[in-house]
């Protein structure tokens, strides 16, 4: 992770001025350190974002609020992200983001029998810099959390096959920019650290406090995947299409599956200013 650090830093100092063109006017903001402008609006397949001010973007997942039809209740979910930009090189942000699972919607994942709700916390920090007028880097760390509170005799402790625990991973995005819309794009990502599951049970007459490595956690410490794909960011429409293979993040959640399957990253919005 240093090291990682440390070389994009180096490459930034030693980038001419000259190199650096003006700043692209809609930079891709998943993955990397951008945020979108002030009313600036973006609708698209999985998620809606608004830019409230030109560093602050709110965001929130579009599919989970109509899962009623499948798993019998809505997912609230929202994020927020804020960031900064020194010149037109480096920017850095943080991101926030919070998912309810109602108890039914739990029950229906995990076990009919099952009476527990859900929450999700996901935290990133991300950093771009931009080497070159066409060459940009952009470094990730994530952190997600998922608990669990049960009320009858059983509690929901795995999503369809992903674990279900704290988990800490990073990735690189390099992307390599064809002209000012297009570009070519390599997503690296790794597990860092991955935690057993603490769960609390909640019975009528006592409380517990369980700890213990419940979601069967893979004996490989380090997981993987690369994701080699095109982009496009345009004044109206985005488009990202990725496919690899490695380990894949399971949306919103953010937790690494246990086994390696072909992965794909798919991002298509329209973008228009409100204000």
């Known amino acids: 992770m240093r090291s990682a650090l440390g070389l994009i830093s180096i490459a930034a100092l030693l980038a001419p001025g000259s190199a650096l063109a003006e700043e692209r006017p809609h930079p891709r903001t998943d993955y990397t350190a951008y945020t979108r402008g002030a009313g600036r609006a973006s609708v698209g397949l999985f998620k809606l974002e608004m830019g409230l001010l030109d560093q602050v973007t709110l965001g929130t997942y579009l599919p989970l609020w109509f899962t009623s039809p499948v798993i019998g209740v809505p997912v609230p979910n929202a994020y927020l992200k804020i960031g900064q930009n020194w010149g037109d090189s480096v920017a850095i942000a943080t991101r926030a983001g919070f998912t309810f699972i109602d108890g039914e919607g739990v029950a229906y994942l995990a076990d009919q029998d099952t009476s527990a709700s859900g929450a999700i916390y996901a935290i990133e920090v991300d950093g771009t810099v931009r080497v070159s007028s066409r060459i940009s880097l952009s470094l990730g760390v994530d952190y997600n959390h998922v608990s669990a509170?049960?009320?009858?005799?059983?509690?929901?402790?795995?999503?369809?096959?992903?674990?279900?625990?704290?988990?800490?991973?990073?990735?690189?995005?390099?992307?390599?920019?064809?002209?000012?819309?297009?570009?070519?794009?390599?997503?690296?990502?790794?597990?860092?650290?991955?935690?057993?599951?603490?769960?609390?049970f909640d019975s009528d007459s006592e409380i517990l406090r369980v700890e213990g490595d419940l979601s069967g956690e893979s004996s490989r410490r380090r997981r993987f995947s690369v994701v080699p794909g095109l982009s496009y960011e345009g004044a109206h429409w985005e488009f990202t299409l990725g496919v690899g293979y490695g380990v894949a993040y399971l949306p919103v959640v953010g937790l690494p599956t246990t086994k390696s399957w072909p992965v794909v990253d798919l991002g298509f919005s329209y973008n228009f200013d409100i204000y």
């Open 149 to 200: 509170v049960g009320d009858t005799e059983q509690l929901a402790t795995s999503i369809e096959g992903a674990s279900t625990s704290d988990t800490w991973s990073a990735r690189l995005l390099s992307e390599w920019h064809l002209s000012q819309g297009f570009a070519i794009n390599v997503l690296v990502r790794t597990l860092i650290y991955q935690s057993p599951l603490n769960a609390d």
